[in-house]
């Protein structure tokens, strides 16, 4: 093990997050999540790419395979780039995809295989959906409440 140096990265700071609502996608009720590097959440024209992104990439039928056809989207305006992250349940798994776009385009593209899953803010909204998923979905499986799920909004719970 290498003794310890600083690394080469900026001290962590909380980041903006919200939620950006609830739209239908490809069939699917999909909650947008917002992230900011700066001081405002992702504006329409991020959040319409990142819809547009998730309706190629959103499997078929919505309510097959233990799929309950809702879905979360993190939509990140990093320092160094628009992230996107589509995230659905399968019963008890979660598969993602990530995306991402030059700064200052909304040109989405698949983020290959052996590229980063999620950075430290994305993680913690996703582990709000995670929380979200279990007490409103997992917890509950003769009556599972999705629209109590779909309505659980990041940030209400300390995500930062």
């Not at 990093?78 to 040109?107: C, K, M, P, S, Y």
């Not at 499986?141 to 799920?149: E, H, R, S």
Request: aromatic letters at 6%.
């Amino acid at each position: 093990m290498r003794p310890s140096a600083a690394l080469p990265i900026a001290a962590y700071r909380p980041r903006r997050t919200g939620a950006l609502g609830v739209r239908e996608i490809a069939g699917w009720q999909v909650k947008l999540i917002g992230i900011t590097a700066g001081q405002d959440l992702p504006g329409a024209a991020e959040c319409e790419a990142a819809v547009g992104y998730a309706a190629r990439r959103l499997p078929q039928p919505p309510d097959a395979d233990g799929r309950s056809g809702v879905a979360f989207l993190v939509v990140h305006h990093g320092l160094d780039a628009l992230w996107v992250i589509v995230g659905w349940w399968q019963l008890d798994l979660l598969f993602h995809e990530v995306a991402r776009a030059e700064l200052g385009t909304t040109r989405l593209g698949p983020v290959p295989p052996d590229g980063p899953s999620a950075c430290v803010w994305e993680l913690a909204a996703i582990d709000h959906e995670r929380r979200a998923w279990i007490s409103n979905v997992l917890e509950r499986p003769a009556d599972p409440d999705l629209a109590g799920y779909l309505a659980a909004a990041p940030g209400s719970d300390g995500t930062r």
